[in-house]
Structures are given as C-alpha cells and as structure tokens.
C-alpha cells in the first residue's frame, strides 16, 4: 500500500526559507510510471498547484511561484522535497504532495491518485 | 492561464439525495479534468480523471461527465461519508489549476 507523509516546521520566520519533505513508502520515487507533486491550500488562493518531479530530475513549475521554488528527489532515502525562499504570509497555509500518475496521450493524461495528509506552514515572525 | 469556476459553492443536501456540481474552464480543455474531495485533516481523494474515469475503489455512485468547457460531477444517493468539499482540477497545460470548490453539508 503506498503512502506519503509530509514534514516540515510548523512555523517559519518572513524572509526565510520553508523546507518540507514527503517520505514515500510502498512505492519507488524512482518508478517510471510516477511523478510526484507539491499542492498547497492557502486562505487567499485556495488549492494551488506548485510543481511536480519526475526521478530523472526534470522538473514542471507553477510560474507564478517558479522564481521562489525547487523540488529536488532523494531516489537513496525514497523522497521528494520542496523548498520556498522568501516566504511571506500568503505562503501560510496546508501543503500537501501527491504522487502523479500518467497515461499517453497528446498532451499526456495526468492525474493525481495519492496524497498525503498534508502539513500546516505558519509564517510569522 | 486557465481558470476553472465552480457552482454551487455551497450546497446542503440530505442522505440520499442526488447532487450535481457544475465545473466551467475558461477554456476548451478536452477531457483534461479531475475531481477531488477534500476533508478536514484527512489526505484528499481522487474521485475522477479524465473527465469521466472513475478512479479505482471510489463508489459508483460518484460519476464525472463533460467535455471541452462544462463539465459535472453527480452524486447518486448521497452517504454520510459523502459531506465534504469537492474540487475540480484541469490538467490540460501547465500551470494545473484548481476550482474554487464546493462545499456538501448536511440539510
């Protein structure tokens, strides 16, 4: 049975950087047949898509947060991670990661079948 | 960048009832959608992809129907377990995005 788990810090300072993880287990972040999502859930924006990874390392970013975001995958301890520079208030809210499954198609069929429970970010000084 | 509008926002049903939820892309996006639903502190689920796809282990009571801009998402026989927030998603091109979601509560 596949699952995520998302860790961070509940509480980050303004300015600083967010760093959150997602372990995956029963699954391989190395599969082909994955990719492997950030999502967050905000006051202000609601659900947002941040960005997804495959394990080659190529990435897709939101571009409204593409200049504040990297995700990187740890194919050796099998998880992802996202990190957010220069945090400010309206980055307060749930983050969530997802695995991504895909099919052929033209553009490809993307769908994101698993979550994990999400993690609380505060930013506040 | 394509948005996505919901409606309701809110809805108030009872067991038992059948629901639809109306999802609309800004524009033609195919088949390219999703619907989730969202509960408090639990990790969300996928209900449908691809427009109409019912994802495995979710009831059949659940049915996704739609293409290009209009899309729905019915619910035969509402079950206690069913009141919760329900998102579209369109995965047509990057950047993804999320409807506004629309809120089940009981009658």
């Known amino acids: 049975q596949v699952q995520l788990q998302e860790s961070g810090p509940g509480l980050v300072k303004p300015s600083q950087t967010l760093s959150l993880t997602c372990s995956v287990s029963?699954?391989?972040?190395?599969?082909?047949?994955?990719?492997w999502a950030w999502i967050r859930q905000t006051p202000v924006k609601g659900l947002e898509w941040i960005g997804h990874?495959?394990?080659?390392?190529?990435?897709y970013y939101n571009p409204s947060l593409k200049s504040r975001i990297s995700l990187s995958i740890d194919t050796s301890d099998n998880h992802f991670s996202l990190e957010v520079n220069s945090v400010t208030a309206a980055d307060t809210g749930v983050y969530f990661c997802a695995k991504v499954a895909w099919y052929a198609g033209y553009p490809p069929y993307w769908y994101f079948d698993l979550w994990g429970r999400g993690t609380r970010v505060t930013v506040s000084s | 960048d394509i948005q996505l509008t919901q409606s309701p926002s809110f809805l108030s049903a009872s067991v038992g009832d059948r629901v639809t939820i109306t999802c609309r892309a800004s524009r033609g996006i195919s088949t390219y959608l999703a619907w989730y639903q969202l509960k408090p502190g639990k990790a969300p689920k996928l209900l449908i992809y691809a427009a109409s796809t019912l994802q495995s282990g979710v009831p059949s009571r659940f049915t996704g129907r739609g293409s290009g801009t209009e899309f729905t998402l019915t619910i035969s026989g509402l079950q206690p377990e069913d009141f919760a927030t329900y998102y579209c998603q369109h995965l047509n091109s990057f950047p993804f995005a999320f409807g506004p979601g629309t809120t089940v509560d009981i009658k």
């Open positions: 990874i495959y394990h080659s390392g190529s990435t």
């Open positions: 029963g699954a391989s972040v190395i599969s082909e047949d994955f990719y």
